[in-house]
């Protein structure tokens, strides 16, 4: 009981210290703030107001109707008309527009006649994503009129190819990017915090003190782990909250497993910090090292690409990284509703990097301060 006591004491201090300051309760606050409120709309997966150039050969009707069919799509604010093959290189090498298309000079008349028609689209590869969603959009939009002009002229066929999108039914980006900013965010947070906590003590010489009061070194970890968890669990909910309330990002499965997994990442990202803050001297060092893993986390976590189009020995080392598997959970909780076993079983990495990082964390501090 008396153990109890003293870690939460110090939990207090803990707390006190991150929120004694007005600016410190400020910096705790605003930049999840700011993040939840700028992330959604600057990481987008969307084509929006893109230049589309445009080689017509043609002239005729049909080409002309498509013309007015790209234009007015929101992928597209501006088209160029070219008046030139030449031109073609001009504008992709001047990043004009993002693909060109291009009508042959028979495209009406092969249209009417119900002969095979096609479009030549040529796309800056230098934006590889961005054009091949461009691509998709240009596709779609000529299919559709295609398949229009195959009705009029009674030789559509009967079949169809009807496409539903399962977990997010309108492709809506901010389903996929705001579960995945719960992870972002609180591994930044809790990473830097964590870290900096016992580099400031040790600049500061209080840390000293700690190692000489009733408390073991396994108690002054745990209670600066509870104080990032407390912080951290604050600032889960903003971004939650934004989530349901804000952008109407719908959560299929249970909040209650969204926190009880969010725990135990969090115990996993202070496992990381406290090995960095152990490696550490000053501060400066602390913030640096938290930061060397945090970009390098991120990248291998599976929000920017899928880790299944990693190279096999990478997708192996991405398993010690507990971003990965904390956006997998709350990914799969928020879209897919999955149940609690599959939680638990996904669960179980981030509590063996909690305890080899902790353990390695104390074995260094025993090491300096023992």
């Not at 070219?82 to 028979?106: K, N, P």
């Amino acid at each position: 009981m008396k153990r109890l006591r003293r870690i939460i004491a110090l939990t207090r201090k803990e707390l006190q210290m991150l929120l004694a300051e007005p600016q410190s309760r400020v910096l705790v606050v605003m930049p999840v703030v700011l993040q939840v409120l700028l992330f959604p709309l600057a990481v987008t997966l969307e084509v929006k107001n893109n230049s589309l150039a445009v080689l017509n050969e043609d002239g005729g009707a049909a080409s002309l109707e498509l013309e007015q069919r790209f234009a007015q799509t929101m992928a597209f604010s501006q088209v160029i008309h070219l008046s030139g093959a030449e031109q073609i290189d001009e504008v992709l090498d001047a990043q004009q527009a993002i693909a060109v298309v291009r009508f042959g000079q028979d495209f009406t008349r092969q249209l009417v006649q119900g002969a095979p028609v096609s479009l030549q689209l040529l796309l800056d590869g230098r934006r590889s994503n961005s054009s091949q969603i461009a691509a998709s959009y240009i596709q779609d939009i000529a299919m559709a009129y295609f398949n229009e002009q195959a009705a009029l002229a009674a030789v559509q066929s009967s079949s169809q190819l009807e496409i539903r999108h399962r977990y997010n039914p309108n492709l809506d980006y901010k389903w996929f990017v705001l579960p995945s900013l719960v992870a972002i965010i609180l591994t930044v947070s809790a990473l830097i915090l964590t870290a900096l906590s016992v580099a400031r003590e040790r600049e500061q010489g209080t840390f000293d003190q700690l190692l000489v009061s009733p408390l073991t070194l396994e108690m002054i970890m745990i209670g600066k782990a509870a104080s990032v968890l407390l912080v951290g669990l604050f600032q889960a909910s903003i971004i939650i909250g934004a989530a349901m309330f804000v952008y109407k990002v719908p959560i299929s499965g249970s909040l209650a497993l969204i926190y009880a997994s969010a725990v135990l990442y969090f115990f996993a990202l202070v496992g990381v910090g406290l090995f960095i803050s152990a490696l550490c001297s000053t501060q400066q060092q602390a913030f640096l090292g938290a930061f060397s893993f945090i970009m390098p986390g991120i990248l291998l976590s599976g929000f920017a690409s899928p880790v299944e189009n990693m190279p096999q020995w990478l997708q192996a080392a991405t398993w010690c990284n507990p971003i990965r598997h904390y956006i997998f959970i709350v990914k799969s909780i928020y879209l897919k509703n999955i149940s609690a076993g599959i939680v638990l079983e996904s669960c179980v990495p981030l509590v063996v990097i909690a305890m080899v990082t902790l353990s390695v964390a104390v074995l260094i501090f025993r090491r300096k301060f023992g």
